[in-house]
């Protein structure tokens, strides 16, 4: 399917992403790295630096004592949370913007991707080894940046595609929304990220963490662990609007994530709980 | 008007005129509500889970949370609002526990919160008097204490009642 080409022109139009973002993303993704290896990129810029300490100083973390330096913050935030505020920032005006589209209030899309990071680190402990829960945290920040260029497109439109969408005539809101565009936020999602660069496990997620079976095979097991993480924050309440828990589950993800009814109830409390706890950090005064 | 927010896990009751009870993203969670006629409260849990055996620790920090322990805790804060004992008296509503069809039933989440409340509700001689649940949804609903209205809405869709 090719883009429409002026969706295709909204994706080329933005700023590539900052070289601390990508090195952080890389970084992040090698098992074997050190808080060192984190600390010394993010020293390198002055408003994460910044961020970092202010949120590691908020009253979520009940910390004493100030933190003044990014070595001692980030044992206390975590890598991934490190990385989390590093692509806030980095993309704020993708993540920030308000879905018109899908109806979604302004921050609605942070929360939900967000929530999906958190979810889906949670379910890659189930895919026995198979996927790395940092890896699977940073591809759930990412997952849905396409609904952030394609909202506008969408304005007004937005009860006509939730009709579509739960007509049956289409397979879910990406069929609905692939119908009034000629493309969905999938796809365009995809885009961007081959526009930034990025590595093609991310690729894979942003194209398919609705149809995981269209992955490619080495990145099947990361793709279906977005995909499930992406249903845990929709049934948690974090959707992003119209398009909520309109989508289709894929129940071939037993084949890569092995998780009883009792282990999604555990993950979904755990979700929840390590959610709220983000929130009031990042967004504390 | 004066609107109350309930979040994940949370309850409350009122019975203040002008007051609402609202809470936001209802997706597989489902929210349970009580009206009683008799003392003219409202009663409104944010139920999230079945059941806490899974997690005592959290049943502690927050009843509302499951099913089990939420319901219980709401009926009794409604005994300390004044409202009266016969449960069979009281109008229940459900809203929520959308439902993710799962042939391998394990994301079924919405489907089982809404058999563990309405086992649990059984228990007191009570069941839902209107019930708007399942279907591929999140939903946000408000309950008014002067007219015991429950409202409910989501994007994308135009606003009904329960």
Redesign the interface.
């Known amino acids: 399917m090719a883009l429409p080409e002026r969706i295709l022109e909204s994706v080329r139009s933005l700023k590539p992403l900052p070289q601390n973002a990508m090195r952080l993303l890389e970084t992040v993704r090698d098992p074997s790295h050190t808080v060192q290896d984190i600390a010394r990129i993010v020293e390198t810029d002055a408003a994460l630096t910044g961020n970092i300490l202010r949120v590691v100083n908020s009253p979520a973390f009940g910390l004493r004592v100030e933190v003044t330096t990014v070595a001692r913050a980030i044992p206390f935030l975590g890598d991934r949370m490190t990385v989390g505020i590093a692509l806030n920032l980095c993309a704020s005006q993708l993540f920030n913007r308000s879905l018109e589209g899908?109806?979604?209030e302004k921050g609605s899309l942070w929360r939900h991707s967000m929530k999906t990071a958190i979810a889906s680190k949670e379910i890659a402990r189930y895919t026995d080894g198979r996927v790395n829960p940092d890896e699977a945290y940073t591809a759930g920040i990412l997952h849905d940046l396409g609904k952030s260029i394609i909202s506008q497109y969408l304005e007004g439109r937005?009860?006509e595609?939730?009709q579509t969408a739960?007509s049956g005539n289409v397979r879910d809101y990406l069929g609905a929304e692939s119908e009034t565009l000629g493309t969905d936020h999938s796809e365009v999602g995809a885009a961007l990220a081959v526009h930034w660069k990025l590595p093609p496990a991310l690729v894979e997620v942003l194209a398919h963490h609705h149809s995981p079976a269209q992955s490619s095979e080495p990145h099947l097991p990361l793709v279906y662990t977005v995909h499930?993480g992406d249903?845990v924050s929709?049934?948690?309440?974090?959707?992003t609007?119209?398009?909520?828990?309109?989508?289709?589950?894929d129940?071939n993800?037993?084949d890569y994530i092995s998780?009883?009814?009792?282990e999604?109830?555990?993950v979904?409390?755990h979700t929840?709980?390590e959610f709220e706890k983000t929130l009031s950090a990042m967004f504390a005064e | 008007m004066k609107t109350i927010i309930l979040g994940v896990g949370d309850y409350d009751v009122t019975n203040t005129p002008g007051q609402q009870l609202k809470t936001l993203g209802l997706g597989s969670c489902v929210a349970v509500i009580i009206l009683d006629p008799v003392s003219r409260c409202i009663a409104m849990d944010h139920v999230a889970l079945p059941e806490s055996k899974i997690s005592p620790d959290r049943a502690r920090q927050k009843p509302g949370y499951f099913a089990d322990t939420g319901i219980p805790a709401l009926l009794e804060a409604m005994k300390r609002t004044g409202a009266g004992k016969n449960h069979q008296k009281m109008i229940v509503k459900l809203v929520g526990g959308a439902n993710v069809m799962d042939p391998n039933n394990t994301f079924n989440i919405g489907k089982r919160n809404v058999l563990a409340i309405k086992k649990i509700l059984w228990k007191y001689g009570m069941g839902p008097l209107a019930e708007d649940v399942g279907g591929r949804i999140s939903r946000t609903v408000t309950v008014d204490v002067d007219t015991g209205r429950v409202h409910v809405s989501s994007p994308g869709r135009t606003d009904w009642e329960v």
């Not at chain 1, 929709?234 to 959707?239: I, R, S």
């Not at chain 1, 609007?241 to 589950?249: A, M, N, P, V």
């Not at chain 1, 998780?259 to 009792?262: E, K, L």
């Open positions: 899908y109806e979604g937005t009860h595609l939730v739960e499930l249903f929709m049934m948690g309440g974090a959707g609007g119209s398009d909520t828990l309109l989508y289709r589950i129940e993800y037993k998780i009883s009814r009792q999604l109830e555990l979904f409390l929840e709980q």
